[in-house]
């Protein structure tokens, strides 16, 4: 029997983030494969992740090796589109067997009615950056930056998003936060069918109880806090993992 109805995790920025933190995040995985059934992974797994035809990011492949493992395992894994790594496509669907998911959507987390996204593009604000991702998610932007070599693209992509720059900026996110919070109560203000709201993108973790029963989760980061949420018809829970070395926050 699993320890976790549903386990949800976010913004691991995997390539950018502490070399303490990937670890303490495979570590982290390695428990989540044994601890649930069904793993969320709610957007930027990666700080880069494009597919090409024949082309797989090597960086990464000690990640995809696990979880692989975890999805051979039994373990239901869904991955949401992050604005870092919303390109993915039949390598990580057919060769690792994640479910690729591009939110916003409604489903069930847990038990709980959820509305899910990763958080890029919502709430006041930001509207430039929607603009940026109905063009860089299109499929004319895909076939371009697949004829760009892998090495090129990669450098590319670390030199504009800078989160390495940035991980020392935690309190950079709290416009974001305010925003995406104003945006969850909203959505549970007018749906009432929902029970959970469940985002990421501002790096900054928070559960509230916005009503009896029902909550706005941001899982936070794993550059800065390393936390996790754990989801079952009994409650929410967020967690932080305690093994992530001397960067911690």
């Not at 601890?35 to 990464?60: C, K, M, P, Q």
């Not at 975890?70 to 390598?91: C, E, M």
């Not at 895909?142 to 030199?159: N, Y």
């Not at 935690?170 to 104003?182: H, S």
Request: charged share 20%; aromatic share 8%; glycine share 12%.
């Amino acid at each position: 029997m699993s320890d976790y109805a549903s386990i949800i995790v976010s913004d691991a920025h995997l390539g950018a983030a502490p070399a303490a933190h990937e670890q303490a995040f495979h570590d982290f995985l390695a428990f989540a494969g044994a601890a649930t059934n069904d793993l969320v992974i709610n957007g930027d797994l990666f700080d880069f992740w494009f597919e090409y035809r024949t082309v797989i990011l090597s960086r990464h492949f000690g990640t995809l090796r696990r979880l692989a493992d975890i999805v051979d395992g039994g373990t239901r894994i869904r991955l949401v589109g992050g604005n870092h790594d919303s390109w993915g496509g039949a390598f990580l669907r057919e060769e690792i067997g994640i479910e690729l998911i591009d939110g916003p959507v409604v489903t069930e987390i847990g038990g709980r009615s959820t509305y899910l996204a990763h958080g890029d593009g919502l709430g006041e604000g930001d509207l430039g950056y929607r603009v940026l991702k109905a063009v860089v998610r299109s499929g004319p932007a895909r076939l371009l930056f697949r004829e760009i070599h892998p090495d090129w693209s990669a450098g590319l992509v670390r030199r504009v998003s800078r989160t390495e720059s940035r991980h020392d900026r935690p309190e950079a996110g709290r416009t974001r936060a305010a925003a995406l919070e104003a945006h969850a109560r909203e959505v549970l203000e007018t749906h009432a069918a929902i029970d959970l709201v469940a985002l990421g993108h501002c790096h900054i973790p928070a559960l509230l109880e916005i009503a009896p029963g029902r909550h706005y989760l941001n899982t936070g980061d794993w550059l800065h806090h390393c936390t996790w949420a754990s989801v079952g018809p009994d409650g929410v829970e967020l967690h932080t993992w305690k093994q992530a070395g001397p960067a911690d926050a």
